[in-house]
Structures are given as structure tokens and as C-alpha cells.
């Protein structure tokens, strides 16, 4: 990541309109700040919610709240719940996001 021409900035993420994204189960609700080429997303999947795509945007995420599965498209699954992250990079392996509880996600890509 090259963070360049980035002024110091606070986020109050309560004041950033959310938008809604259906899953194939479920919502997925982000709040974005765009900085450039980076985009920052406070994200909340309600619970059920399944991805309605497989990804192969590289991400790192922070998992803040609830339980996040992650699947890839080569069968393995992980499991992030508070205080744990994953980092993948542009077109490597393809992931999909499920919840069964809910989670609240910290996301920059």
C-alpha cells in the first residue's frame, strides 16, 4: 500500500451515511471513506447475511465485533471473531463472507 497525499483526519463513522448491499442471504451495510486510491469501510453484515459474490479484491480486515467465515474458493474456511484480521492481495484467492450471528467489520482496500 503507497499512502500518499493523505492530510492527518479524523472519522466519526456514526456521521458517514450507510449504504446497503444485499447479500445472497442477508445485508451487508458499509460506511466508506474514500483517501485516494484507498478506500476505508466500516462494515456491518446483519445475521445470515452469505455473500452474493466471490471476491478477488485484495482487502486487509479487521474483525470488531461478532463472528466472520471466510470461505475460499478452493474449498478452506477460516473463522475471525473479535480482535482478528486477514489480509489477501488483489487477485489472489477468491473469498466469500458468511455470517451467522452478525459482525462488524473494519476494512481497508
Known amino acids: 500500500m503507497d499512502i500518499k497525499n493523505i492530510p492527518f483526519g479524523t472519522t466519526d463513522w456514526?456521521?458517514?451515511?450507510?449504504?446497503?448491499?444485499?447479500?445472497?442471504?442477508?445485508?451487508?451495510?458499509?460506511?466508506?471513506?474514500?483517501?485516494?486510491?484507498?478506500?476505508?469501510?466500516?462494515v456491518a453484515y446483519s445475521p445470515g447475511y452469505l455473500a452474493d459474490h466471490w471476491c478477488r479484491k485484495g482487502h486487509i480486515l479487521l474483525c470488531l465485533e461478532g463472528e466472520l467465515h471466510t470461505e475460499l474458493e478452493d474449498?478452506?474456511?477460516f473463522v475471525l471473531t473479535p480482535g482478528m484480521s486477514y489480509q489477501v492481495a488483489d487477485g489472489a484467492e477468491a473469498h466469500r463472507s458468511s455470517t451467522a450471528t452478525g459482525a462488524k467489520l473494519f476494512i481497508v482496500d
Do not use: L
Request: hydrophobic share 35%; glycine share 12%; net charge positive.
Open 14 to 42: 456514526a456521521q458517514i451515511e450507510p449504504v446497503e448491499h444485499e447479500g445472497e442471504t442477508g445485508i451487508a451495510t458499509w460506511r466508506i471513506q474514500q483517501f485516494g486510491k484507498i478506500r476505508v469501510r466500516m
Open 75 to 77: 474449498g478452506r474456511t
